[in-house]
């Protein structure tokens, strides 16, 4: 079993690449998390998580890692992901949201607010702060839009 995460990130980028998996690579390595192995994970940040702007991950770490993503080889095509944080008090723990979709940046980050919103409203918790970060790409042949927070110990 893994411990909890006591520290993340919130980070996005875009990129191209060769292929759709070089895109997507390239995206991860522009976002920071590159040389590490993802562990998609779903939505909770745990309990007392402490953002960690300046964050280093050891190469090769498993990573928990709430990711948004899309990967387009339509030349022109308009692609972003988007990532959000919701912080509640500060010993609860907070909400994270992921989208991606083929859009402009700041529909992506419209649309995890209205996540962010109702997630804590379905909750029952007060929303007292919101982290979101997005990035879009203007497809040229293959091209990934990615946001992601990942989560440390």
């Known amino acids: 079993m893994l411990p ?3 520290k993340y990130f919130v980070t996005a980028a875009a990129a191209e690449g060769e292929t759709a998996l070089n895109a997507f ?3 991860l390595l522009k976002a920071r998390i590159g040389n ?10 745990p309990p007392n998580c402490e953002l ?7 190469p090769g770490s498993l990573v928990p890692t709430a990711y948004g993503a899309i990967i387009s080889d339509t030349p022109g095509e308009l ?9 509640s008090e500060a010993d609860h723990f907070g909400v994270i949201m992921e989208f991606s979709g083929k859009c402009s940046a700041k ?16 909750r029952g918790i007060a929303l007292n702060k919101t982290i979101i970060k ?4 203007r497809v040229e042949k293959i091209g990934c839009a990615f946001a992601a927070v990942p989560l440390w110990y």
């Open 107 to 122: 529909e992506a980050e419209e649309r995890i607010a209205q996540m962010l919103e109702e997630a804590f409203k379905v």
């Open 134 to 137: 997005s990035a879009e790409h």
């Open 36 to 45: 590490v192995n993802l562990l998609r994970v779903s939505s909770i940040l």
């Open 52 to 58: 960690d702007n300046d964050l280093v991950i050891p």
């Open 4 to 6: 909890t995460p006591k």
């Open 25 to 27: 690579d390239n995206a």
């Open 79 to 87: 692609i972003a992901a988007a990532v959000g944080v919701g912080i």
